[in-house]
Every structure is written in structure tokens, then in C-alpha cells.
């Protein structure tokens, strides 16, 4: 029998009320808690080694670092909260600790590198073991070394199955081309994930995913093999840990592609849709031709026709 105490928790994520937010920002106020501007937040703040994040969407807030179980059980349940929720994760959200597969994507509103769909199997074991190991959905996550640190909890975690499909840029434009929609291309990535996780894990009752399109589209998109899972999609599904994860094993995938192209092109290439990226792109068209845009980017984005339109006013032959 293993006697050893449970590993301190240093992740906490739960939604709030607009006027539960208001009064824990007065009570963080009240315990000298130092507030920092973060983007997406209704604040951020931190003391010694605790941080709270409170996001607009939702809201919902997400306590990390040293001492966040002692905060969510003497400070958060009581006087926010007024129920126990930290260990009962399993009564208020029970499907999370089901058997199931967790499907997300990296690279979709990024005009250069892949797009990537990951997919990872949990059951009530693995998805403890990622809320200990402090996995959250990779939007939340700035540091590539964090994503690559957790990529390898994830690889590492017994009977934590994964798969990741790559669609580079050039496969991407073909795929594009003939499929005409980007949310059908993306449900081709689901399903493809779903059936090589299935020849592994075939008894796996379920798939989540976040909403993108009707369910009905990735179950056309299945082969025979996988025509028997229950497809599930909501909003907000990276609260799932096994989502979660796959959001994580999907950027990895992602940042080591840019990486690679970067050095192989010697051009640092931003991530996004910026004007920074137009600048590199043009950069790029000019020191090879126009016909590397199809190897690097998503041709069909509005940014593909602003540069060659830019290329051929300042040169028209």
C-alpha cells in the first residue's frame, strides 16, 4: 500500500460569478496581494509564490504556484465559493474522469506553419495525474519550454495514448483547395486523430472537442472504424485535461516546425496574423519568389493577396 502523502496541488481552475470576481479582488486587495496588467484577465495577482488569474472569459480563475491549495481550502471555498469544491472535481464535473479521448488543435489562425491536430486518451488515473502535473489548455501557457516540459509529462504518463497529425503548409493548400472550407479540413484532422487513436485504445467510448463545427462533419469525416464513438463538442472544452493535453502536444508540434523553418530560411517567423508577419512574409517573397508563400503559410489568408499585390506595385514585371 503506498502511505506516501498526495503531491500538494499547484493548479486550480473553476468559473466564477461576475460578483464572486469583484469579491475576491477586495479580498486579495485586503491580504496586500500586488495586482499586474495581463492581457485577456480582469486581473492578475500575485504574493510570493501564489498567482491568480482572474479571465474575462467566463470569468473563471485559475490559481497556480506554492500554497494554492491552502488558498482554494481556507480562502476561496469559504469566502468565495461557500462549498468545498477542491477534491471533489469528481462530483462536480464526473465525465472529465471517464474514459475518453481529447482532441484540439494548434496553427488554425496562424498565416505561417502547419496546422496541427493532437488527440489523448484519459481515464480517472492519467487525468488526476495531469491536474497534479499542472496541465492546462496551452492558450494559457507563454513559455515554449513550459509547453515542451509538459509535452513530456503527457508522453511520460502511463496508458496516456496520444497522436498528432501534421498538415504543413504545402499538404494544408492542397487540402484547402479541394475541400473549401477550413472547419471541414479541420474535421478531416479530428477524424484522422480519432481513428489512429481508436486502433490503439478500440474500446474508448468517447471524443471531446471544442465546438467548431457541427458534430455531423467530423462523423461523415470517420472511417468505418470509428463510426461507433460518441462525438461530443462545447465551448470551453480545454477545462477537460484530456483536451487539454492535446492542446499542449498540438503546440509543441507547432513551435518545432516554426523552429526548424526558421532555421532553415535564417528568418525568425512570427506566430499570429500581425503586421509583423506581413512584413516577414514580404521579406521572404523577395529574398525567393512568391511560390515560397505556399510552403510556409495558408495561402488562402487575406495576408497572401496583400503581398503580392504590394510585390507587383513595386515591381510590375
Given at each position: 500500500m503506498d502511505n506516501s502523502d498526495p503531491k500538494p496541488l499547484s493548479l486550480f481552475t473553476a468559473p466564477l460569478s461576475a460578483a464572486q470576481a469583484a469579491k475576491?479582488?477586495?479580498?486579495?486587495?485586503?491580504?496586500?496581494?500586488?495586482?499586474?496588467?495581463?492581457?485577456?484577465?480582469l486581473y492578475f495577482a500575485r504574493k510570493e509564490k501564489l498567482s491568480l488569474a482572474v479571465y474575462e472569459k467566463g470569468p473563471k480563475i485559475v490559481v497556480q504556484g506554492k500554497g494554492a491549495g491552502e488558498f482554494v481550502k481556507f480562502r476561496l471555498e469559504p469566502e468565495i465559493f461557500g462549498e468545498a469544491r477542491l477534491g471533489y472535481e469528481e462530483v462536480h464535473s464526473p465525465e472529465m474522469f471517464q474514459p475518453h479521448f481529447g482532441i484540439d488543435e494548434s496553427g488554425k489562425g496562424d498565416f505561417f506553419g502547419p496546422l496541427v491536430i493532437a488527440g489523448v486518451?484519459?481515464?480517472?488515473?492519467?487525468?488526476?495525474?495531469?491536474?497534479?502535473?499542472?496541465?492546462?489548455?496551452?492558450?494559457?501557457?507563454?513559455?515554449?519550454?513550459?509547453?515542451?516540459?509538459?509535452?513530456?509529462?503527457?508522453?511520460?504518463?502511463?496508458?496516456?495514448?496520444?497522436?498528432?497529425?501534421?498538415?504543413?503548409?504545402?499538404?494544408?493548400?492542397?487540402?484547402?483547395?479541394?475541400?473549401?472550407?477550413?472547419?471541414?479540413?479541420l474535421a478531416w484532422g479530428h477524424a484522422r486523430v480519432i481513428e489512429n487513436l481508436l486502433a490503439i485504445r478500440s474500446d474508448c467510448p468517447r471524443a471531446l472537442s471544442d465546438q467548431?463545427?457541427?458534430?455531423?462533419?467530423?462523423?461523415n469525416a470517420l472511417m468505418k472504424n470509428g463510426r461507433a464513438i460518441e462525438l461530443q463538442q462545447r465551448t470551453k472544452a480545454e477545462s477537460d485535461p484530456a483536451v487539454a493535453a492535446a492542446s499542449i502536444l498540438a503546440r509543441e508540434r507547432f513551435i518545432d516546425w516554426m523552429e526548424k523553418a526558421g532555421r532553415k530560411y535564417n528568418a525568425a517567423i512570427p506566430r499570429g496574423a500581425s503586421a509583423l508577419v506581413k512584413t516577414v512574409?514580404?521579406?521572404?517573397?523577395?529574398?525567393?519568389s512568391p511560390a515560397i508563400l505556399r510552403e510556409l503559410t495558408k495561402a488562402h489568408f487575406k495576408t497572401t493577396k496583400e503581398i503580392t499585390d504590394q510585390e507587383e506595385e513595386i515591381d510590375p514585371e
Open positions: 475576491l479582488k477586495t479580498l486579495l486587495q485586503a491580504e496586500n496581494f500586488e495586482f499586474e496588467p495581463r492581457p485577456y484577465t486518451y484519459v481515464d480517472k488515473g492519467i487525468a488526476r495525474k495531469f491536474m497534479e502535473g499542472g496541465i492546462q489548455d496551452s492558450k494559457r501557457i507563454g513559455s515554449d519550454q513550459r509547453i515542451r516540459s509538459l509535452a513530456a509529462l503527457i508522453k511520460q504518463t502511463q496508458g496516456a495514448v496520444s497522436n498528432v497529425v501534421e498538415i504543413p503548409p504545402a499538404k494544408y493548400n492542397d487540402l484547402y483547395e479541394k475541400i473549401g472550407n477550413v472547419n471541414k479540413l467548431f463545427a457541427n458534430p455531423r462533419v467530423i462523423q512574409a514580404g521579406r521572404l517573397v523577395k529574398e525567393h
